[in-house]
């Protein structure tokens, strides 16, 4: 099964929008055709993000959401820190996760992760391309 790192913007994109990050969630929720890869600081900033008033979540959507993650997710703890992305620090910890979980690619929609392009040949998908990857039907619009 492809080991796949969600950055937060595609996580609460995939929440919150029905969009092409909708149907990253869906492909990793419903049909169980990837497995998220997160760390501790991963899984602490999507809980973050996603409890924040604006986007209007029940507790029991975000709680539900993390205990997905938890269950079906691969946990890792890096042990190397990554220092790539410089512009925005918090950054590097999707990096860490994905380099520590040999992860397939990581999939974001922040231009720090994209302008990379790649890091340690684990290529940085946009989620329109990660679905192009995955073969799913009908990506050209959303």
């Known amino acids: 099964m492809l080991r796949v790192v969600l950055d937060t913007s595609t996580v609460v994109s995939g929440i919150i929008v029905d969009g092409v990050s909708a149907r990253v969630i869906d492909l990793l929720i419903e049909q169980r055709r990837f497995q998220a890869v997160f760390s501790d600081e991963i899984l602490r900033e999507y809980e973050d993000v996603l409890r924040r008033p604006r986007f209007r979540l029940s507790p029991q959507i975000v709680n539900s959401l993390l205990a997905f993650f938890e269950t079906h997710g691969l946990k890792v703890t890096p042990q190397n820190l990554v220092q790539a ?26 231009k720090h992760l994209l302008s990379l392009g790649k890091f340690e040949d684990i290529p940085i998908l946009n989620s329109r391309q990660f679905l192009q990857m995955m073969h799913v039907a009908g990506t050209s619009t959303g």
């Not at 992305?85 to 922040?110: M, Q, R, Y």
């Open 85 to 110: 992305i410089t512009d925005d620090p918090s950054d590097n910890k999707f990096l860490a996760a994905a380099k520590e979980a040999g992860a397939d690619c990581i999939v974001s929609g922040d």
